[in-house]
């Protein structure tokens, strides 16, 4: 997004129907698919990620592997490789940003990322493999956060306390939080989540979008779907960072 965008006149009709671009995140189980849902019941000219074709986005992973691969034989191959999904998803920030960067700015909708650029940045970093100390990587990844911060117009950290979402994962299942390990794994689990995410909004540098922090304990979806309503209005883009809490 460049200068000019973030200066037009916020009460002309056209600045106020820009197109905008909205991330739910959270540690596991926090109501983030329920929020985009009622985000989208409320709305038709918001919708859920982008749509990014295979042979748009397999390219990146090709580029990724060729970048990555020669560091990790010389000094990582003791640790393991990126996973499939760890891949696709340094192939869909790239492939997102472009999508985000091409969007007309006066285009009447509201794009919403569930497990969008900063979980993922973040998921890499902290539960990635060795690999993604290199330089290369590095270089990469800080390049990939101060991209996203110029182009996130509003980012909606939902939280909740760890009996909650560990109530959640029994009733609903999750790939570790259901599964057999000790409460205090489980909850260093999610410790290590909320650092990731923490850390990562910390490491921009670049003009940062909005953040909107609500306990999705204490207010239903909906409720949750009327603060991100008012929130998107043509303030929701600021000369720095802003921080809103609901608790």
Do not use: C
């Amino acid at each position: 997004m460049d200068a000019n965008d973030r200066n037009l006149d916020p009460n002309d009709a056209t600045t106020r129907r820009r197109a905008l671009v909205v991330e739910v995140m959270g540690p596991a189980l926090a109501g983030k698919t329920s929020l985009v849902r009622s985000l989208r019941a409320r709305d038709d000219r918001i919708r859920a990620g982008f749509d990014v074709p295979r042979i748009r986005w397999f390219p990146f992973v090709v580029a990724k592997v060729a970048g990555l691969l020669p560091a990790w034989l010389l000094h990582y191959r003791r640790d393991r490789w990126f996973t499939w999904n760890e891949m696709k998803s340094m192939a869909f920030l790239d492939a997102w940003l472009r999508a985000a960067r091409r969007q007309r700015p006066t285009a009447a909708v509201t794009t919403v990322l569930d497990h969008g650029p900063v979980y993922r940045l973040a998921r890499l970093r902290e539960f990635g493999p060795a690999v993604t100390s290199s330089e290369r990587f590095q270089r990469w990844w800080r390049a990939s956060l101060e991209g996203w911060l110029g182009a996130l117009d509003l980012v909606v950290s939902l939280e909740a306390p760890d009996a909650t979402l560990l109530g959640r994962a029994k009733e609903r299942g999750h790939w570790y939080l259901s599964a057999g390990h000790r409460e205090e794994e489980k909850e260093e689990f999610l410790a290590r989540f909320r650092r990731a995410f923490t850390q990562t909004l910390e490491a921009g540098t670049a003009d940062m979008p909005r953040v909107l922090r609500v306990r999705s304990d204490q207010h239903t979806p909906d409720e949750i779907a009327d603060e991100v309503s008012a929130a998107l209005g043509p303030e929701a883009r600021g000369s720095s960072r802003q921080e809103t809490s609901h608790r």
